[in-house]
């Protein structure tokens, strides 16, 4: 009987549901987004907000608000199914948790529930997506400074993948890849590139090069600025906001910086060792003050092939203290500061 119910938005059999067990631990009484009023509790599962696929999207701010009308209370579950319906038989393809698996922006093709029809908060968001969304980066990606990646046997898959080691968001982290990424992506990275991944089921499933290194050494490397703003933009409503450039002093847990993407708009930019530092007080334009936070650094002077580690401000050289060059890539989201990467020459 319930894989005939028929639930506005899912496919037949298809649907979220509440259930209570009894003490033998079997199921006793299954509720359904199908509310009966009159019958069924006040505090009945029911939808609020209508599966909507438009290129608008629905907004999921950094607050917790969904589409400007309701808070996701602490303990929403949400779901992720598949969009193509011939996938739904396939629960590799699902995912649940809490509200980290909503991206901060725009989720084109939501449904909502709650059990408190005048109330605020929802209870659960089930969230559609295609395959292919899941290799798609936002501004919810962070900055990755890889330490090394190496090969491992992955015991459920029963064959090798790729295993990347470093630090992300200020915390050592390793991840590694999702079956069917392709692991060529990852040729050529090494110790001191800066990456974002986009996962799927905690694995990596897409790659996108923010730094890497110059192997001849005649330049410290090249920087790709991720899809945003850049320097020169100063548009706070942007939901992520990039910086790259030297410092040339520091204050405090706060760097001046000379931002290297200003003119070029951050694409293919090449930072050399050394640069001619502009005169502040003419061209104070091209001075950005950042504050340093979840800091993470490659030096290439310590160890055979440099050293990745988690540090603090008073680890960051700058011009002013010891005429030193350091190079820094910032990330802000939401107007406010995420990670900074140092790579220290």
């Given at each position: 009987?319930?894989?005939?119910?028929?639930?506005?938005?899912?496919?037949?059999?298809?649907?979220?549901?509440?259930?209570?067990?009894?003490?033998?631990?079997?199921?006793?009484?299954?509720?359904?987004?199908?509310?009966?009023?009159?019958?069924?509790?006040?505090?009945?599962?029911?939808?609020?907000?209508?599966?909507?696929?438009?290129?608008?999207?629905?907004?999921?701010?950094?607050?917790?608000?969904?589409?400007?009308?309701?808070?996701?209370?602490?303990?929403?579950?949400?779901?992720?199914?598949?969009?193509?319906?011939?996938?739904?038989?396939?629960?590799?393809?699902?995912?649940?948790?809490?509200?980290?698996?909503?991206?901060?922006?725009?989720?084109?093709?939501?449904?909502?529930?709650?059990?408190?029809?005048?109330?605020?908060?929802?209870?659960?968001?089930?969230?559609?997506?295609?395959?292919?969304?899941?290799?798609?980066?936002?501004?919810?990606?962070?900055?990755?400074?890889?330490?090394?990646?190496?090969?491992?046997?992955?015991?459920?898959?029963?064959?090798?993948?790729?295993?990347?080691?470093?630090?992300?968001g200020g915390v050592e982290k390793a991840y590694r890849t999702y079956e069917e990424f392709d692991k060529t992506k990852l040729d050529g990275l090494s110790k001191g590139d800066v990456v974002?991944?986009?996962?799927?089921?905690?694995?990596?499933?897409?790659?996108?090069?923010?730094?890497?290194?110059?192997?001849?050494?005649?330049?410290?490397?090249?920087?790709?600025?991720?899809?945003?703003?850049?320097?020169?933009?100063?548009?706070?409503?942007?939901?992520?906001?990039?910086?790259?450039?030297?410092?040339?002093?520091?204050?405090?847990?706060?760097?001046?910086?000379?931002?290297?993407?200003?003119?070029?708009?951050?694409?293919?930019?090449?930072?050399?060792?050394?640069?001619?530092?502009?005169?502040?007080?003419?061209?104070?334009?091209?001075?950005?003050?950042?504050?340093?936070?979840?800091?993470?650094?490659?030096?290439?002077?310590?160890?055979?092939?440099?050293?990745?580690?988690?540090?603090?401000?008073?680890?960051?050289?700058?011009?002013?203290?010891?005429?030193?060059?350091?190079?820094?890539?910032?990330?802000?989201?939401?107007?406010?500061?995420?990670?900074?990467?140092?790579?220290?020459?």
């Amino acid at each position: 009987a319930l894989n005939a119910v028929s639930v506005k938005g899912f496919q037949t059999g298809y649907y979220p549901v509440r259930y209570i067990l009894n003490d033998d631990g079997q199921i006793k009484n299954i509720d359904t987004p199908k509310y009966n009023k009159g019958i069924e509790s006040e505090d009945s599962l029911r939808s609020c907000l209508e599966k909507s696929k438009t290129t608008s999207g629905v907004l999921f701010s950094s607050d917790g608000i969904l589409a400007k009308q309701f808070v996701l209370s602490a303990s929403a579950k949400v779901f992720v199914l598949p969009e193509d319906a011939s996938l739904l038989g396939n629960y590799d393809m699902y995912s649940s948790g809490g509200k980290s698996l909503l991206s901060t922006g725009k989720n084109t093709n939501v449904m909502a529930f709650q059990t408190k029809e005048d109330s605020m908060y929802v209870n659960l968001v089930v969230v559609w997506k295609d395959q292919s969304n899941y290799a798609e980066l936002n501004h919810d990606n962070k900055l990755f400074l890889i330490d090394k990646i190496i090969d491992v046997y992955d015991e459920s898959l029963e064959e090798v993948v790729k295993e990347v080691r470093g630090i992300e968001g200020g915390v050592e982290k390793a991840y590694r890849t999702y079956e069917e990424f392709d692991k060529t992506k990852l040729d050529g990275l090494s110790k001191g590139d800066v990456v974002r991944f986009a996962y799927y089921k905690g694995m990596i499933y897409n790659v996108q090069v923010v730094f890497q290194k110059d192997s001849t050494g005649a330049t410290i490397g090249t920087y790709n600025r991720p899809s945003g703003s850049n320097a020169e933009d100063n548009n706070e409503g942007n939901y992520d906001m990039y910086y790259c450039g030297y410092v040339r002093s520091r204050e405090g847990k706060f760097l001046k910086i000379w931002t290297a993407d200003i003119t070029t708009k951050g694409s293919n930019v090449s930072l050399p060792k050394t640069i001619l530092w502009k005169n502040s007080e003419t061209t104070s334009e091209e001075y950005r003050v950042i504050q340093a936070t979840n800091i993470a650094i490659y030096d290439h002077s310590l160890d055979a092939n440099g050293r990745v580690y988690v540090g603090d401000i008073e680890d960051i050289p700058y011009y002013e203290g010891n005429g030193q060059y350091a190079v820094v890539i910032m990330r802000y989201r939401s107007r406010s500061p995420q990670e900074i990467v140092v790579i220290k020459q």
